[in-house]
């Protein structure tokens, strides 16, 4: 690699090539790459440092950032200057986020302007539309398989569609989150496209091989991630005449990132989400980036120096993008995503809460609390200046990835947990009386592993008692389901709501007929919306209707209180009642005490959890039920009702 003074050199020239001013026009350009040049050259030496043309690359990388830099709009360098003042922008509790599918959500990106005002009215300016870029139709894995980073899937709309969109949400005060897939492409990518036609240059974008002698030695430590639908991580290409790694589905080949040139490349389309005016890119599946033989090929150290040189180069050249790691990966390594050691709070800004996530899961199917209470010591571990994704459910499957000690500790045995878990999810399970409607995806029959799929309305029981005509299990779904959502906005992070979840909408078992998606049966909870149904949200006493009010004023508790800011302000309750999760928010003076009672009978808090706090005698005053309770020695237990949940401030 180059020593310092030519790498000033060779900046010097580069300004001159590209008419930079470091003086003036751009001085803030120039002052972030000077701060954050030695961090970048390091990490780039770290994993490229051997690379015949190493120093080559690296200027080519530079050059990147500067050309990154002069395509950035003036109103989105404004944009930047905004929230560099605000410290860190992404913390507020302001935010809220919903996840959609565009065409099954408004049918469009040139229609969806017309549906801002619903996500307005809901309290939602945080917009994430799953993948929109172009994927090939019965191998898009969901728009996960892409084809062309850079033109939008013509099923969607154009590019200017969506930078047109990205406008008007910006001038409404509007976030928006798009994906980036890291990992792989689809093998219809022009790359892949090339390296069929035997180009080895873009071979070597890709892990190929002659015969299966590597192969069989990396399947012998890598698991397999679809064991139904896609067994084994390595695919036979008849028109290369070769083997090519195909972690996920047969007809996405992973991208081999030990080659820079891949690096570069894609770096680039990570500046040009950046310049489309994206607040927050999502790094779909950032473990597996980096593959090594004699390993599981997830979560090795050379992925996090990747993840840390991309985001080092989005301060430089894209700052007011944020950056989420999408790592559904065990609790010890989800919170290696945000950065350990002198990068600490400066690889990803966000990741998925799905521990939590999962936790909601096992807690509403079991009524206790000991096994999420046993997960908090890691989770509660998250560095400031990140965030979490919270969130009840997504376009995922929901996984029990929680870790076996966890389920241990509450003197339960970790595989008859699971199996309950399961069994209590899915349609076809042993436990017949319960009320959800959900189904097992990807079970693998070796290992016994599983996730679940449903709506979140199916999932607590909402779809078995619309059925069946059930006015108190109709109720009593919708109290499940307003719980569940309130325990994830109000637990820190920013909560992000998944499309249809605002108005109850159940699973859609249509998929089974589409030949693309009936292998596939996580498309039960990705609905097409029926907007007729969405309007009896105005209709009083509709289901709909209680749930989106219900799901509206939990947001407008959240913003009208700055202590549901994501400032590392959470502590959980002693659990004195096992049915209940309590955890208690505080700023200054101020502190909210949130309550959950995860049992279907009215469960019994005594005072003294409070008075373990610092309350003495007073009142509280709910926030959800918009009432006062008493705190004194009169009044022996809060009372909550089933699936009742409180969000209480103390008043003098």
Not at 315 to 330: D, F, S, W, Y
Not at 361 to 369: F, K, P, R
Not at 615 to 622: F, I, V
């Amino acid at each position: 690699m180059y020593p310092e003074s030519i790498i000033s050199e060779k900046i010097h020239h580069l300004f001159q090539e590209y008419s930079i001013d470091p003086v003036k026009k751009d001085k803030q350009f120039a002052e972030r790459l000077q701060a954050h040049l030695p961090k970048i050259h390091r990490l780039f030496g770290e994993i490229y440092g051997g690379c015949f043309d190493v120093e080559q690359q690296f200027v080519d990388l530079l050059r990147s950032l500067i050309l990154a830099h002069q395509g950035r709009e003036a109103g989105l360098k404004k944009l930047d200057q905004e929230k560099t003042s605000q410290g860190v922008w992404f913390l507020s509790n302001q935010l809220a986020g919903m996840s959609l599918y565009v065409d099954r959500f408004a049918g469009s990106l040139k229609t969806m302007p017309t549906k801002l005002s619903h996500l307005e009215e809901l309290g939602v300016n945080f917009l994430h539309l799953m993948p929109i870029f172009e994927s090939p139709a019965g191998e898009s894995d969901g728009g996960y398989a892409v084809s062309n980073f850079r033109k939008v899937d013509p099923r969607f709309g154009t590019l200017e569609d969506l930078i047109s969109l990205r406008k008007k949400m910006h001038s409404q005060g509007m976030y928006l989150m798009l994906d980036i897939v890291l990992n792989h492409t689809s093998h219809h990518h022009e790359w892949a496209q090339k390296a069929k036609e035997g180009d080895s240059y873009y071979q070597s974008f890709f892990y190929t091989y002659d015969n299966r002698s590597i192969p069989d030695e990396f399947e012998r430590d890598m698991p397999e991630i679809f064991p139904e639908s896609a067994p084994g991580n390595f695919t036979w290409s008849e028109e290369m005449g070769k083997w090519v790694m195909t972690v996920f589905h047969k007809y996405q080949w992973d991208l081999n990132y030990t080659n820079p040139n891949v690096f570069r490349a894609m770096l680039d389309t990570v500046l040009f989400y950046g310049n489309l005016g994206v607040d927050l890119l999502r790094i779909d599946a950032p473990a597996f980036i980096w593959k090594q033989l004699g390993t599981s090929c997830q979560n090795l150290p050379q992925a996090h120096t990747l993840l840390r040189l991309i985001k080092q180069c989005v301060q430089v050249a894209t700052p007011g993008m944020a950056i989420l790691g999408e790592a559904i990966v065990a609790p010890k390594e989800i919170m290696k995503y945000f950065g350990t050691g002198e990068f600490i709070a400066q690889e990803c800004d966000f990741a998925y809460n799905a521990t939590q996530m999962a936790l909601q899961w096992d807690m509403l199917a079991s009524g206790e609390t000991r096994v999420m209470l046993n997960a908090q010591g890691e989770i509660l571990n998250k560095p400031y200046g990140t965030s979490w994704i919270t969130y009840t459910r997504c376009h995922d499957d929901i996984g029990l990835g929680y870790d076996d000690y966890m389920i241990a500790q509450a003197g339960k045995e970790p595989y008859y947990h699971r199996k309950f878990l399961k069994e209590y999810y899915s349609f076809s399970g042993d436990q017949w009386m319960s009320p959800a409607r959900g189904a097992l995806f990807s079970s693998n029959p070796k290992t016994g592993d599983a996730r679940i799929s449903g709506t979140l309305a199916s999932l607590c029981g909402l779809e078995k008692a619309l059925i069946e005509g059930n006015g108190p299990a109709i109720d009593q779904s919708i109290q499940k389901i307003l719980m569940m959502q309130a325990h994830s906005i109000l637990l820190g992070g920013l909560p992000m709501l998944f499309y249809g979840d605002e108005v109850g909408y159940t699973n859609d078992y249509s998929y089974q007929t589409d030949p693309g998606k009936s292998y596939d049966n996580r498309w039960m909870h990705r609905p097409v919306i029926d907007w007729e149904k969405v309007n009896r949200k105005k209709v009083e006493g509709t289901v709909e209707q209680q749930i989106f009010e219900g799901t509206k004023r939990l947001l407008q508790v959240r913003k009208a209180h700055g202590l549901f800011s994501d400032i590392s302000n959470i502590s959980w309750m002693s659990p004195h009642n096992i049915h209940v999760a309590g955890f208690v928010r505080r700023m200054g003076n101020e502190r909210m005490y949130c309550l959950f009672n995860f049992s279907d009978k009215a469960a019994y808090l005594t005072w003294y959890a409070f008075r373990e706090q610092g309350e003495g005698a007073g009142k509280l005053y709910d926030h959800w039920t918009q009432s006062e309770v008493a705190l004194g020695p009169d009044h022996e237990h809060l009372i909550l009702e089933p699936y009742g949940f409180r969000i209480l401030e103390p008043k003098s």
